[in-house]
């Protein structure tokens, strides 16, 4: 299985809820607003770039808007590996969490 990182793994689910309008600024924004801090471009951009390489994400460049100045979008969606790793990480995350869920917090 590739492994992803929490953030790489917030990206992915993000553009899987934002479809067809997961760009690089849309993304930012839904992780900023969802997580209720600033989240910067390169912080976003980075993960994006690696888990490209990885296949776990594709791209392709969206129409040129005049909101932009003529410049095009880079649209991402998951691939199908992509996918698979997500349910993976799911499965494992859910797992933990139940185990850990058998135990009492800690005392302090």
Do not use: C
């Not at 760009?23 to 888990?51: F, G, M, W």
């Not at 594709?58 to 979008?73: D, L, M, N, P, Q």
């Amino acid at each position: 299985m590739k492994s992803l990182t929490r953030k790489e793994e917030l990206i992915m689910l993000s553009i899987l809820h934002m479809k067809k309008n997961a760009y690089l600024v849309a993304i930012v924004d839904h992780l900023s607003q969802t997580t209720e801090k600033k989240v910067s471009l390169t912080s976003v951009h980075l993960p994006l770039n690696r888990i490209e390489k990885k296949g776990l994400i594709a791209s392709e460049f969206g129409e040129a808007t005049a909101v932009r100045g003529g410049r095009r979008k880079k649209i991402y969606t998951i691939t199908k590996l992509g996918f698979e790793v997500l349910e993976e990480h799911k499965r494992i995350t859910d797992l933990l969490w139940k185990n850990y869920m058998k135990y009492s917090s800690p005392k302090d």
